[in-house]
């Protein structure tokens, strides 16, 4: 056992390739449905990195450096190619490793890869990839694994473990180098926003990753997509950001977005044939008022909130309704026996006393939202 004391461990700076979203020296994962833009949005990142840009929305110029593009589908020459370039990468700071030609069985189905991280000699020469560009003055900021279905390509047997102890090693490369290593992934029907469900993705990739994010199409506006937050470890859960794409690259909405993946999970789960009535609207629009006003100081417990809702006679499904509506976030206190809170997008969390508030049926523009996205009766699991 090599037991340290905390006195000699000297604590690093937390860095970012792009603030809230890609953590350097962690591993990230990126999951969404086929065609939805995940590749686009990597060789944006890309881009950014080898121009030493920050984020869109952040006029702070990022840390330069080099790129490593693991490719498993896409072919350099008439893919990756023209795409890096119409998102304004620097070429001399790309570098690309792909898999080894697939090799047809019939017209539909493709063999598995010869190359994949399957050794131990793959992560070191992954390893010895990143020391020697540090040696030449390229220092990588940014490995892409696109998609982690190829490249962890596991043969049966004692998979689950091997996997695991892979996903170690890259995690401990990462960290060794200050890399950030992105893996692009595919999920279920029924997993997009749902952790749990995250199938075909490896239970143990999605553990590991330290910040997970969602591209999905908008409900009511398919050509635009959203980049959402699933889960991070490492900061306060961020907004999201919208973005369209045009001439084969992504321009970047100015406003942040105030949804998280399980909330856009919510809304997709609505019966699209349903609606509300007038009372109902009426009766989500006043419970949309009040916590507005009752998150307005800073967050309140999740429980005193609902005892107050019922004591105005707001039901549970109008106030889970109205926390959608409103895009209300929820955390838990750091402290030991933390308890469950709700505050409004954007808001620092800090606690104020409970106090009662007793608002009055009001009419607002919020009945203008709509009916479809809001009548769901599974809007987010109960908190503990």
Not at 160 to 178: E, F, H, S, V
Not at 252 to 259: A, D, I, Q, R, T
Request: proline share 6%; with cysteine.
């Amino acid at each position: 056992m090599d037991l340290k004391c905390l006195f000699h461990i000297k604590a690093k700076p937390r860095g970012w390739v792009w603030k809230g979203v890609i953590p350097a020296g962690q591993l990230s994962l990126l999951i969404g449905e086929r065609s939805v833009g995940k590749s686009l949005f990597a060789f944006d990142l890309a881009a950014r990195v080898t121009q030493g840009l920050g984020s869109p929305h952040d006029d702070v110029p990022g840390q330069r450096g080099s790129v490593i593009l693991f490719i498993g589908q896409d072919d350099l020459e008439g893919t990756v190619r023209p795409l890096l370039d119409a998102a304004g990468a620097d070429e001399k700071w790309v570098h690309c490793v792909q898999s080894e030609d697939l090799e047809k069985e019939d017209e539909e189905e493709f063999c598995a890869p010869r190359w994949a991280f399957r050794e131990d000699c793959d992560v070191y020469m992954l390893g010895t990839y990143l020391d020697g560009l540090r040696d030449m003055g390229q220092p990588v900021r940014l490995v892409v694994i696109d998609p982690a279905s190829i490249f962890l390509d596991i043969p049966d047997g004692q998979r689950d473990i091997k996997l695991r102890g892979m996903i170690a090693k890259l995690r401990d490369l990462a960290t060794r180098t200050g890399t950030a290593i992105l893996f692009l992934a595919q999920p279920s029907e029924s997993g997009i926003g749902k952790r749990s469900s995250w199938l075909p993705i490896p239970r143990a990739l999605a553990d590991a990753a330290r910040s997970v994010w969602m591209i999905a199409r908008d409900i009511d506006e398919p050509e635009r997509r959203l980049l959402l937050p699933v889960s991070t470890n490492l900061c306060e859960t961020p907004d999201g950001f919208g973005f369209t794409i045009r001439d084969s690259r992504i321009e970047w909405e100015p406003e942040p977005v105030s949804l998280t993946a399980e909330q856009f999970h919510a809304m997709a789960m609505a019966p699209k044939s349903s609606s509300m009535d007038e009372e109902e609207l009426s009766d989500l629009s006043r419970a949309a008022e009040w916590l507005k006003l009752r998150l307005s100081d800073g967050y309140v417990l999740s429980n005193i909130i609902k005892e107050e809702a019922k004591s105005i006679e707001v039901s549970e499904i109008t106030l889970r309704k109205a926390y959608l509506l409103l895009g209300c976030r929820k955390g838990k206190e750091t402290k030991v026996g933390g308890r469950w809170f709700w505050r409004l997008p954007g808001q620092t969390a800090i606690p104020i006393p409970s106090k009662s508030i007793e608002v009055e049926g009001t009419q607002s523009n919020l009945l203008e939202v709509s009916r479809t996205q809001v009548n769901s009766r599974e809007l987010f699991p109960d908190e503990n």
